[in-house]
């Protein structure tokens, strides 16, 4: 019992904050600015945290690794829009 709440005390916490921006790259377009919206719980104690983001220009969430997001240093208003994917394929 002891030693199992010692290595939950040892575990690395999430580098990003609820709220904090976050520079993202989505695949296929440009580097933009994201929101951390929530911490996901750990599902696997081997790999990297997952976090929820989003942007102000998607009309939707990310679920990303916290290895593939970066802290923001830039101004807000030196981002470009991020754009939607275009997908293949038949749209209904």
């Given at each position: ?8 005390d ?10 904090q921006?976050v520079?993202?790259k989505?695949i296929?377009a440009?580097?933009?600015?994201f929101?951390?919206l ?9 790999t ?11 009309g ?33």
């Amino acid at each position: 019992m002891l030693l199992r709440r010692v290595n939950r005390d040892l575990k690395m916490a999430h580098r990003f904050k609820v709220g904090q921006l976050v520079v993202y790259k989505p695949i296929g377009a440009k580097v933009g600015l994201f929101k951390v919206l929530r911490h996901l719980p750990e599902q696997f104690p081997a790999t990297d945290w997952e976090y929820r983001i989003k942007s102000d220009q998607e009309g939707f969430e990310r679920t990303v690794l916290e290895c593939a997001l970066s802290p923001s240093i830039v101004p807000e208003t030196s981002y470009d829009e991020v754009k939607a994917l275009r997908r293949a394929g038949r749209h209904h």
